[in-house]
Structure formats: structure tokens, C-alpha cells
């Protein structure tokens, strides 16, 4: 895999601190919901490593959400139409599709949004009803929600109680995993919010999926440097052996 030179069509911006980035390639990158690729501006040599990206939209026409945290991603919200990217992918693994019978249900956090709409649109192409539920501290931090709720029913938590119910995301889950055992669920968000919705998850016998968005460095499996500890106290490599894992191999429980 060779990273691609791809010019930069669109950059919208869904909230503040966060970029929706349209680029288009001359080689289609084929990707499915979960998979990732790694971006890098050409910004010189620092930062000299390529940053990982969930991808929203695939194919000749890509698009990356970009949330500003730290230096790659504060260069890469400054960037404007007609900017050059490096763009390495697809890479990782991505979500199984739910089986006959089973309800999908999304859980985001944050800029973990990025692949959950990805995988609504999809999930509604292909004739299943997904439910997502997304969480944030305020109004400000829920981008691409309006695509969630174009793609199937959407319930909005925030801990200020600024936009949908007061409180954070695994409220609404309990009440929903209560309800309806046939759910299959698909979670991204911050590494405690991930843990919350497993436990609830293994505490009602449902399927879960999450996708990890661990730090990384070549996206590609040579680097060894995106290890996680699974439960079973083995390593796993968060690039090729996910990003998407069962959320029983990283938080444990039963299968
Ligand atoms: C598979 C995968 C998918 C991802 N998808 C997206 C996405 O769709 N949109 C998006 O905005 N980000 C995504 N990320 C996270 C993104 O790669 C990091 O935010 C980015 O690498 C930070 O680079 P930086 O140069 O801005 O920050 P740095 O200057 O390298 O670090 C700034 C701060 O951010 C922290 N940090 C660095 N990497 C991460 C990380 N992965 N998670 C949490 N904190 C981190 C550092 O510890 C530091 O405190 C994803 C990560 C992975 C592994
Ligand atoms: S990021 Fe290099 S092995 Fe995973």
C-alpha cells in the first residue's frame, strides 16, 4: 500500500474545533465502516508521522472528520481547498455487518461520530433501521449528528443538558438494552465511554463491536507501537488486528 497525493475539494466545518475534509484521489480508496487512514499535510517535517483517520466517506471522493487536539490536526483544521494530502489506506479492520434478527445499535462519543456515520449510512442503504446513540458535554461537541439523524433514529446526550437528554450516553443504552435483547451494538468514542458500553453490553448478553482510536505511528503493522493489552493479557496491534475489535477481547467477559 503506497500513500496517495489527493487534493483537498471541500472543508466544512461541522463545530467548533472540528473539520469535515472532502478530498478527492485519482486511485479509489475502497473502504468500509471501521477502517482508518493515516493523513499527513505537506506541512514539512514536522510532525513527520502521518496521523490516523476514521474514514466517513470512501471511494474517489474521501472524508475525514478532523477534531483539533494537538499538532497534526491543528495544522490540518487550518487547511483550505486545493492543499495537497498524503493519504495511506484503506487500513485496519472494519465493523462486521449484524447478523439476521439483530437490531444495530450505535454509541458515539466525540470525534468517535466519525465512524458511526459511516456505518449508519450504510446500514440504511443496505435495508437494516440503525439507532444511534451519541454523546457530548454540550450542543457544541455533537458534529455530523444531522447525518446520524437522516440515517435512523437518534437519541442526544449532553452533561449540560444543552441539546436532547442531561446526562452521558450509557443512560439512554441501559434503558434501550432493558427493552429489546435482539440489539447488536457498535460503540467509538473516548476510552471510558468504550468500557461503560462493554460492561453494559456484556451485562445484557449483547454483541458488541468497538473501535479503538489508540495513538499509532505507521498504520500499518511494522511498528509495533499501537499494542493494547487484550483481557486475556495477550497483545493486540490496534492497526492491523483492528481498529474494530469484539469488546469481549479487549474488556473481557464471556462470548
Ligand atoms: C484508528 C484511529 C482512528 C481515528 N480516527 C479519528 C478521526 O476520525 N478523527 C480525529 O480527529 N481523530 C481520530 N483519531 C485520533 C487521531 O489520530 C489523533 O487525534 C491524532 O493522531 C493526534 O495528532 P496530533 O498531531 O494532533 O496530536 P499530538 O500532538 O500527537 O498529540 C496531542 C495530544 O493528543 C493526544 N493524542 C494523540 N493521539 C491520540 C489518540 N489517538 N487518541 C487520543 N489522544 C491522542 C496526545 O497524547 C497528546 O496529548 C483516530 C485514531 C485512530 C488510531
Ligand atoms: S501503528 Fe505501527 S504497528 Fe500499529
Known amino acids: 500500500m503506497d500513500f496517495l497525493k489527493t487534493h483537498i475539494t471541500k472543508v466544512e466545518r461541522p463545530a467548533a474545533g472540528y473539520v469535515l ?4 484521489n485519482d486511485r479509489p480508496i475502497e473502504g468500509v465502516p471501521g477502517q482508518f487512514v493515516m493523513i499527513r499535510g505537506e506541512w514539512g ?3 513527520i508521522l502521518p496521523r490516523a483517520f476514521s474514514l466517513v466517506e470512501t471511494g474517489s471522493k474521501g472524508a475525514v472528520l478532523v477534531h483539533a487536539v494537538g499538532k497534526g490536526t491543528k495544522l490540518l483544521v487550518q487547511m483550505e481547498p486545493g492543499d495537497v494530502l498524503d493519504v495511506l489506506g484503506p487500513c485496519g ?4 455487518l449484524p447478523p439476521a434478527g439483530r437490531r ?4 458515539a462519543g466525540g470525534v468517535g461520530v466519525a465512524p458511526m456515520v459511516y456505518l449508519a449510512e450504510n446500514l440504511l442503504r443496505d435495508g437494516h433501521k440503525p439507532t444511534s446513540l451519541f454523546g457530548g458535554r454540550t450542543a457544541a461537541d455533537l458534529p455530523l449528528h444531522e447525518r446520524l439523524a437522516a440515517s435512523g433514529e437518534l437519541i442526544m446526550t449532553t452533561e449540560d443538558g444543552s441539546i436532547g437528554e ?3 450516553v450509557t443512560g439512554p443504552l441501559e434503558r434501550l438494552l432493558k427493552e429489546d435483547k435482539t440489539v447488536q451494538l457498535y460503540s467509538c468514542g473516548p476510552e471510558p465511554m468504550l468500557r461503560a458500553v462493554a460492561r453494559a453490553a456484556e451485562a445484557h448478553g449483547i454483541p458488541c463491536e468497538v473501535a479503538l482510536e489508540s495513538p499509532m505511528a505507521c498504520g500499518i503493522g511494522t511498528c509495533k507501537g499501537c499494542a493494547v493489552q487484550a483481557a486475556d493479557g495477550s497483545f493486540l496491534y490496534v492497526c492491523s488486528d483492528g481498529p474494530v475489535f469484539d469488546a469481549v477481547d479487549i474488556y473481557g467477559g464471556t462470548k
Open 21 to 24: 475534509l472532502r478530498f478527492q
Open 45 to 47: 517535517v514536522d510532525p
Open 93 to 96: 479492520k472494519g465493523f462486521s
Open 104 to 107: 444495530p445499535v450505535l454509541v
Open 166 to 168: 442531561k446526562g452521558l
